[in-house]
């Protein structure tokens, strides 16, 4: 069966063309580079916006966390209501949501008013980005989602570390309030976008939301992010507030985990952490998330307050990682789609981040610009080869039904890999640079070399963590991605076990499990369709035949063709 009467028995109309499947996606590019620029947009502000407002180190690093926080709380939530409800509607309430948080933190008068705005933001931010994930995954099989995963790392990777290149622009022309506003024409583009081009079958079905699992995970999430961030500044680590917040954050997560366990439509379904895959492609997003938010945040405020450039300037010198992203997410992304293997791709980037993080390490307020940017696209090489690559990973080991749970759920964990890399790279910061204001202006020489000496230590941190990415990756177990959008099912446990993809029509043993026919001979005799007893008769020798020929021990099971095959 071919792989577009896949999509018509399934229910889905398939683009028929490359340009067709790029039109479909465009909108959920558009809207994700509004999402994620938004995120990264205003590190170069940020100097000058504290400066206006009168904020403090603790302030900057929560008006990145705040809007991150927000973001990966909720992400989970998104991705199962993804599962029950229109996705594409949800994409586009998503977008609304944050262009309202977009215009209000535009209007911000304080610091306060800006930080509470970013949690709207957030929080369209975290729909649009899960909802993202979740789309594509529906409209290609892993085996096409690695050709085109390319492009959305590339949308990803230019947003994340390119928004600090447009926001320093903003901030020397148009001002600061800029930064947020721009990012209002670009979703309405979005949302237009998404309403012409994306369709996708909406599947009635009852709907049950777990809303106690997703206030457990909600709250012992933002409980050990807003103890991340405090701690050491506002109280001591070992304190009675820290025994508070990590109190009731451990009480949270254990409620969730009990709570998941017996729902009947969990928010993140545990089963998922049964696959190993699953789990390690997971646990290795986390330390990316904190690359990629660490190293476009902190890097403005070197630039800006350690070495005196300008906004303009600051975002300029970020291009070698904007450009070691993009070409290797995309160039990495048409590689996995021709040859259906992934994790040397993985591996490479995942080295590749724990050496240019650990050079990043050494610098201070007076290393070689050149060196820095050679450092930079190490970063961004590393980020790219890895961050949507390990969402393929994950979303190629779970079947249509955990689509959505699987995809956020990756999603979070990368993002509150981010949240908190930024909290305690921000906390090092703070307790390293004591200062009322963040104005470049009025900042001393020695303030400035303290703050370029300073960034060293913060790097060092992160490639300790991408230490970890390295050894998930390596443990990973490659499976070749399905060319397949349907669901995946299991063979029996045991050292032979292994993910094969559920295809219309495919034969299955009488525990209604795929037969992995990986002869293409056998596979063809299987699917074709027959018209005669007599080509039946003639299928059945040659398999009796093939599985003659196969090594001692090995087994085909085969069930009758399907009638509606014949």
């Known amino acids: 069966m071919t792989s577009t009467n896949h999509w018509r028995c399934a229910g889905l109309t398939r683009p028929s063309s490359h340009?067709?499947?790029?039109?479909?996606?465009?909108?959920?590019?558009?809207?994700?580079?509004?999402?994620?620029?938004?995120?990264?947009?205003v590190s170069n502000a940020l100097p000058t916006i504290l400066a206006e407002l009168k904020g403090t180190q603790t302030q900057y690093?929560?008006?990145?966390?705040?809007?991150?926080?927000?973001?990966?709380?909720?992400?989970?939530?998104?991705?199962?209501?993804?599962?029950?409800?229109?996705?594409?509607?949800?994409?586009?309430?998503?977008?609304?949501?944050?262009?309202?948080?977009?215009?209000?933190?535009?209007?911000?008068?304080?610091?306060?008013?800006?930080?509470?705005?970013?949690?709207?933001?957030?929080?369209?931010?975290?729909?649009?980005?899960?909802?993202?994930?979740?789309?594509?995954?529906?409209?290609l099989s892993p085996r096409e989602r690695g050709r085109y995963s390319g492009y959305t790392g590339m949308v990803i990777s230019a947003a994340t570390v390119g928004g600090p290149l447009v926001g320093g622009f903003l901030v020397d022309w148009p001002g600061w309030r800029w930064c947020f506003f721009v990012c209002v024409p670009l979703a309405l583009v979005a949302l237009a976008v998404l309403h012409k081009t994306l369709h996708l079958p909406v599947k009635k079905?009852?709907?049950?939301i777990d809303y106690l699992g997703a206030t457990l995970i909600t709250g012992g999430v933002s409980l050990v992010l807003m103890w991340v961030s405090f701690a050491g500044k506002d109280f001591a680590w070992?304190?009675?507030?820290?025994?508070?917040?990590?109190?009731?954050?451990?009480?949270?997560?254990?409620?969730?985990y009990f709570v998941e366990r017996r729902a009947s439509a969990p928010v993140i379904p545990l089963h998922l952490f049964k696959n190993r895959t699953v789990v390690l492609a997971m646990l290795g997003g986390v330390a990316v998330g904190t690359a990629m938010f660490g190293a476009s945040v902190f890097m403005g405020q070197y630039f800006q307050i350690a070495r005196g450039f300008s906004p303009t300037k600051a975002g300029l010198l970020t291009?070698?990682?904007?450009?070691?992203?993009?070409?290797?997410?995309?160039?990495?992304?048409?590689?996995?789609?021709?040859?259906?293997?992934?994790?040397?791709?993985?591996?490479?980037?995942?080295?590749?981040?724990?050496?240019?993080?650990?050079?990043?390490?050494?610098?201070?307020?007076?290393?070689?610009?050149?060196?820095?940017g050679a450092y930079l696209a190490l970063v961004g090489v590393g980020v790219g080869l890895t961050m949507q690559n390990l969402v393929l990973a994950v979303q190629n080991g779970v079947g249509m039904a955990d689509l959505g749970a699987a995809s956020s759920t990756a999603t979070f964990l990368r993002s509150l890999g981010g949240t908190a890399g930024v909290s305690v790279l921000g906390a090092v910061l703070a307790a390293s640079v004591s200062t009322?204001?963040?104005?470049?202006?009025?900042?001393?020489?020695?303030?400035r070399d303290s703050y370029g000496d300073a960034m060293g230590e913060l790097f060092l941190i992160a490639a300790g963590l991408a230490v970890f990415t390295v050894i998930a990756v390596l443990l990973i177990k490659e499976q070749p991605l399905r060319d397949s959008v349907e669901d995946e099912i299991v063979t029996p446990t045991g050292s032979g076990a292994q993910t094969v993809a559920t295809e219309i029509?495919?034969?299955?043993?009488?525990?209604?499990?795929?037969?992995?026919?990986?002869?293409?001979?056998?596979?063809?005799?299987?699917?074709?369709?027959?018209?005669s007893d007599?080509?039946?008769?003639?299928?059945?020798?040659a398999l009796r035949s093939t599985q003659n020929s196969l090594p001692s021990g090995s087994r085909i099971v085969t069930q009758p063709v399907p009638s509606g095959l014949r």
């Not at 949501?97 to 509470?116: D, K, Y």
């Not at 040397?344 to 201070?364: E, K, M, N, R």
């Open 19 to 41: 340009r067709e499947i790029l039109e479909a996606l465009s909108g959920i590019w558009v809207a994700l580079l509004v999402a994620i620029l938004s995120s990264t947009i």
């Open 61 to 139: 690093t929560w008006v990145i966390t705040a809007m991150l926080l927000a973001s990966t709380a909720s992400t989970p939530l998104w991705g199962k209501l993804a599962d029950l409800f229109d996705k594409k509607k949800l994409l586009q309430a998503a977008i609304v949501l944050f262009v309202v948080g977009s215009v209000l933190s535009g209007f911000s008068q304080n610091m306060e008013q800006l930080i509470s705005f970013r949690v709207v933001q957030g929080l369209g931010m975290g729909g649009v980005q899960a909802l993202g994930q979740v789309v594509v995954g529906a409209l």
């Open 205 to 208: 079905q009852r709907v049950k």
């Open 238 to 256: 070992i304190s009675g507030e820290s025994a508070l917040f990590v109190g009731g954050a451990l009480l949270a997560i254990v409620g969730a």
């Open 319 to 372: 291009v070698p990682l904007v450009l070691g992203l993009s070409i290797s997410s995309t160039v990495s992304g048409q590689l996995i789609a021709r040859s259906g293997k992934w994790k040397s791709y993985l591996v490479w980037g995942s080295f590749s981040l724990v050496v240019g993080l650990a050079l990043l390490g050494t610098i201070d307020h007076r290393t070689n610009l050149v060196l820095m």
């Open 436 to 447: 009322k204001t963040l104005d470049p202006g009025s900042l001393s020489p020695v303030v």
């Open 505 to 531: 029509g495919s034969p299955v043993d009488t525990d209604q499990r795929v037969v992995d026919n990986s002869a293409s001979a056998v596979d063809k005799l299987l699917v074709l369709s027959s018209d």
């Open 534 to 541: 007599q080509e039946v008769a003639a299928r059945s020798a």
